[in-house]
């Protein structure tokens, strides 16, 4: 790796370059994210796994940088043109977009009018002209006449010379990058409606005549514009100056530039009307239609950068959502006329119990329903009901609330579950493998009780853009999506740590080190000699080897095993470490673990080495102190409110509890048990300014709202967050969860990222009222 390569990363995460050194070849080594961030502390100077994810791609840019910077000097040394200036220029290149500004004149490419001309011999009177401007054009231009390459007259003559300076012009590295960078800070995106497809484009009415400065185009926006221009209902055009000038002689911004550049001014020569026309031309024509597609091209990977982490975000604190944990549970998957569908799962997830009922149209079978959930609830002693949030999700929730109450004994507790993906899962080939016997439609009622029981552990089995936690997923580069979420899922698997003995083949392959391959060997071999006894067992998998299991085996768990070691996070390779601290405090294992005050007491500079510093060794005395402890916040239930079950139900002013369904930059979607979820708008989640809405709301989270107003016709809810207290003040309420229940810790309180711990809302620049305008975008956005 070159230097300056590590440098420069290292500026950018404002670290120390030999942090950066040692992390690129960790990761050159093969070793994953998740690892280097655990069990490399003393490496990289205790580089999080965020730092790592953004230096392993910035590594990937730079480096195709440098390659590309190396062919780009070989193309111009082989014309013979390279030049110690023009070599110095391309060294000192920092992005790719400088180094192909660089490259443009030397770039081949298809013959164009420019070059035609200099066949035709016109680059001598270009030359003059420019050069000296008292020449007559007319009577120059009649001099280089020539009928073989069709310059038959002056004003041929005259266009080939232009056509040779407007190129030379436009590809003039200095000068485009002074009008890319003008343009982006001064330039006005228009959206227009395409006549045609006014009627059948409505819902982008909002942008039928539409400007925005484009720098400032947030992401939601930019990609309903985009989203309009492909469907061929808007015409995104870029306007750098005024559209209608007083004077339309006189130059624009971006001609202004290109006569400074080139010296050109209007002084009463015969040729500097001429030159002028040039000047337009290059703008006009080259310029600005280069810039057009490249700026928008630029606030397109912006706004898909702020798209993917948005989803990355929430599927993170999906992913992480609380568990119910090992209880048996039974899961109903809502339906009308076909039934609900009914799984009941043990405490590992093992189904031992399917059923259909009938509680609602047309066979109306209520009381039956409830007295087989009953008999099943009993048979399998289950402790929770989880119920799809789908169709008929608010009947059967009521089902399920009559079941609690007619059974008191049973000690049940009913909880909503999402079921986003769960269809995609059921009709997979991962659930045709888990659950052969099982008919496509009971196994989503499986899905629905396992997710209750571990979020994580589910949902890696479905693809992440099928969770439904994005906004405008479909139009961002799926290439990039699938790797930011990839990176997140196996952050998520790693943090929590994997049980080798149980987890499923989807959950296994997330872990550092393993892929499908590997996991489903190791899956085999469990199946045919028996749980893992130990960690080193996991070696006896075929073609898990010693570099695999190093990357791997501090994530995986061996519940109950030989070694009480192996249900923690310390890595094998520092049981030397625990060996020392153990002899130091003259107790067996089983006497240390969970011993806060003993471990408290000890001093982690006691027990380092050459390999073991400080880092890993306070890692692992936290580790002694609560092993295999769950990052993820405790289990607790939600209640949606009885007799608000449907729109009609709604009224402004009520107070409701909700669960946050999804999280975007202008607010959160939150489900208060009507089927349609209400928007709390990003003005409307504090009593201060909130810049990112996350700060305040994550997928999963438990909050108590109030109702602003209620549109049954177009099916809207508009609800805040801020609670009106006696004495009038208002205030933000709701508890937070990592699921739709659990206690956690609540996210986003404090003072903002200004320091400001209140004050008025910041205005968020939207074209009409705040809400209404965050509706239309949510009426694009895919739920």
Same mark, same amino acid.
């Given at each position: 790796m070159q230097t300056n390569i590590a440098d420069r990363i290292a500026e950018e995460l404002g670290v120390r370059t030999n942090q950066v050194e040692a992390a690129v070849r960790l990761l050159d080594d093969g070793a994953t994210v998740p690892f280097i961030a655990r069990y490399r502390k003393e490496a990289t100077g205790g580089l999080d796994d965020s730092q790592l994810r953004t230096l392993h791609e910035r590594l990937g840019y730079l480096r195709e940088l440098e390659e590309r910077r190396q062919t780009v000097l070989d193309t111009i040394r082989e014309q013979g043109k390279l030049t110690d200036e023009l070599a110095a220029q391309i060294a000192a290149a920092d992005t790719k977009t400088r180094l192909?500004?660089?490259?443009?004149?030397?770039?081949?490419?298809?013959?164009?009018?420019?070059?035609?001309?200099?066949?035709?011999?016109?680059?001598?009177?270009?030359?003059?002209?420019?050069?000296?401007?008292?020449?007559?054009?007319?009577?120059?231009?009649?001099?280089?006449?020539?009928?073989?390459?069709?310059?038959?007259?002056?004003?041929?003559a005259l266009e080939g010379a232009r056509a040779i300076l407007m190129e030379e012009w436009a590809e003039d590295p200095e000068l485009v990058g002074e009008l890319r960078e003008y343009a982006w800070e001064h330039g006005v995106l228009r959206s227009q409606v395409v006549e045609e497809q006014r009627q059948a484009g409505a819902k982008f009415s909002d942008y039928f005549d539409y400007r925005e400065p484009i720098k400032d185009i947030p992401s939601h926006r930019a990609l309903a514009l985009f989203r309009g221009r492909k469907e061929g209902v808007l015409r995104l055009d870029l306007i750098v100056g005024d559209e209608e000038p007083a004077n339309p002689r006189a130059y624009g911004p971006g001609e202004s530039h290109i006569a400074a550049r080139f010296g050109i001014r209007v002084q009463g020569r015969p040729a500097d009307a001429w030159l002028a026309e040039v000047v337009r031309y290059t703008w006009r024509v080259k310029v600005l239609t280069k810039l057009e597609t490249e700026l928008t091209g630029r606030l397109r990977e912006r706004a898909e950068e702020e798209a993917i982490r948005v989803f990355a975000g929430n599927l993170h604190d999906l992913l992480l959502a609380a568990p119910a944990g090992t209880r048996p549970v039974i899961g109903i998957d809502p339906g009308l006329r076909t039934g609900c569908k009914v799984a009941v799962v043990d405490a590992t997830g093992k189904v031992v119990d399917t059923a259909t009922i009938y509680p609602h149209e047309p066979k109306k079978q209520w009381d039956a329903s409830i007295a087989a959930l009953a008999e099943l609830a009993k048979k399998h002693d289950a402790a929770l009901v989880a119920v799809g949030n789908g169709t008929a999700s608010r009947e059967t929730d009521r089902l399920a609330l009559d079941l609690l109450k007619a059974h008191p004994e049973l000690g049940l507790q009913k909880v909503m579950v999402s079921e986003a993906g769960a269809s995609v899962y059921s009709a997979s080939e991962q659930a045709s493998r888990e659950l052969p016997e099982l008919d496509v439609s009971l196994r989503g009622a499986v899905s629905i009780a396992r997710r209750l029981q571990d979020p994580l552990a589910e949902l890696v089995k479905i693809d992440p853009g099928s969770i439904g936690v994005g906004q405008y997923q479909h139009d961002v580069s799926q290439s990039r999506l699938a790797k930011a979420l990839d990176?997140?899922?196996e952050d998520c698997v790693n943090a929590v740590g994997v049980d080798a003995n149980t987890a499923s083949v989807p959950l296994l392959a997330r872990v550092s080190g393993l892929n499908a391959s590997l996991a489903e060997r190791l899956v085999e071999h469990r199946n045919t000699h028996g749980a893992f006894p130990d960690r080193q067992a996991l070696k006896a998998v075929p073609r898990l080897g010693d570099k695999t299991f190093e990357q791997a085996a501090g994530f995986l768990r061996i519940q109950g095993g030989d070694n009480p070691l192996d249900a923690s996070a310390v890595h094998p390779e520092a049981y030397p470490v625990v060996e020392r601290i153990l002899a130091d405090a003259g107790r067996p294992i089983d006497q240390v673990v969970g011993d806060s005050k003993l471990l408290k007491s000890l001093k982690p500079d006691t027990y380092t080495d050459d390999r073991f510093g400080v880092p890993t060794v306070t890692d692992i005395l936290r580790e002694l102190e609560k092993p295999g402890r769950d990052p993820r916040p405790e289990f607790e239930t939600a209640s949606f409110r009885e007799g608000v079950e449907k729109l009609e139900d709604l009224e402004a002013g009520m107070i409701l509890e909700g669960v946050v369904t999804n999280v975007t930059n202008f607010g959160a979607f939150v489900?208060?048990?009507?089927?349609?979820?209400?928007?709390?708008?990003?003005?409307?989640?504090?009593? $201060?300014?909130? #810049?990112?809405?996350? *700060?305040?709301?994550?997928? !999963?989270?438990?909050? @108590?709202? $109030?109702?602003? #107003?209620?549109?049954? *016709?177009?099916?809207?809810? !508009?609800?805040?967050? @801020?609670?009106?207290?006696?004495?009038?003040?208002?205030?933000?309420?709701g508890k937070k969860t990592g699921q739709a229940s659990g206690k956690g810790k609540p996210r986003g309180g404090g003072k903002n990222q200004k320091g400001q711990g209140g004050?008025?809302?910041?205005?968020?620049?939207?074209?009409?009222?705040?809400?209404?305008?965050?509706?239309?975008?949510?009426?694009?956005?895919?739920?």
């Open positions: 192909e500004d660089l490259y443009a004149p030397y770039k081949p490419k298809r013959r164009t009018k420019g070059q035609k001309a200099i066949e035709a011999g016109l680059e001598p009177l270009a030359r003059t002209l420019f050069e000296d401007p008292t020449q007559d054009p007319e009577a120059l231009a009649a001099e280089y006449l020539n009928p073989e390459h069709e310059v038959s007259d002056t004003k041929a990176a997140v899922v489900d208060v048990g009507v089927h349609q979820d209400g928007l709390v708008h990003i003005s409307q989640l504090a009593n $201060r300014y909130v #810049e990112d809405p996350r *700060e305040v709301a994550k997928p !999963g989270d438990v909050v @108590k709202v $109030r109702v602003l #107003e209620v549109d049954i *016709e177009r099916k809207r809810i !508009g609800l805040s967050m @801020k609670m009106q207290t006696e004495a009038g003040e208002e205030k933000p309420a004050g008025k809302q910041k205005p968020q620049n939207e074209p009409q009222g705040a809400l209404a305008e965050a509706f239309r975008r949510a009426r694009n956005n895919e739920e």
